[in-house]
């Protein structure tokens, strides 16, 4: 087995044991969070979700393996930033929202609004950090059949994701009024100059 190969299975597996940790945190601000009376919404898709970011890293490892994908430098290069950003935000995105993040969708918006760190520009930085990781994480090494597969169940979950937890927050009127004017996934100029002038 090439040594790029060992390597991107080294980093699959550290993806994965970096999902059992964000669920870990996910687990203690749920508890916390019910502690103030924050309910958790019933959401039927959040296995869809586990299955999809299971499917991307077992389906990049095995196509990597059996179908012999070759790694393209710049192939690599490119997705390892977009991959390395992504987390970035995700991170940036756990700690803003402190004890408000978790993987779950929960009414907590009463307890108060989080409008700094990325949420000054767009509404769900997370869904598109995660949704920008799982498009590159396979192209590291060239899976380009679970990239390709994988974002089209992306796209399917998340908008039904997101249909839920919008609704339950822009029944929220001071929800709607701080973040109801912001894109849900890709920030604008305008929204930047916007927000940038308070």
């Known amino acids: 087995m090439a040594l790029s190969v060992r390597l991107y299975l080294v980093l699959l597996a550290a993806v994965a044991t970096g999902r059992f940790v964000e669920l870990a945190i996910s687990r ?26 299971t499917g991307v890293l077992v389906g990049a490892a095995v196509e990597v393996v059996w179908l012999d994908r070759p790694l393209i430098p710049w192939l690599a290069a490119t997705m390892g930033v977009v991959f390395a950003g992504a987390n970035l935000t995700r991170w940036w995105v756990i700690r803003t929202l402190g004890t408000y993040w978790n993987v779950a969708v929960m009414d907590s918006s009463r307890l108060g609004i989080v409008t700094k760190g990325p949420y000054r520009v767009v509404r769900h930085p997370n869904y598109t950090a995660v949704f920008a990781e799982m498009v590159a994480l396979p192209l590291i090494h060239t899976a380009w059949i679970t990239a390709a597969a994988g974002t089209m169940a992306h796209l399917w979950v998340l908008s039904r994701r997101v249909a839920v937890e919008d609704e339950l927050l822009m029944a929220n009127p001071a929800y709607r009024a701080a973040m109801g004017h912001k894109p849900r996934f890709i920030p604008s100029l305008r929204g930047v100059r916007r927000d940038g002038s308070d």
């Open 28 to 53: 203690r601000h749920q508890q916390r969070l019910a502690g103030h009376g924050v309910r958790k919404v019933d959401e039927p898709h959040f296995r869809w979700m586990v299955a999809l970011h």
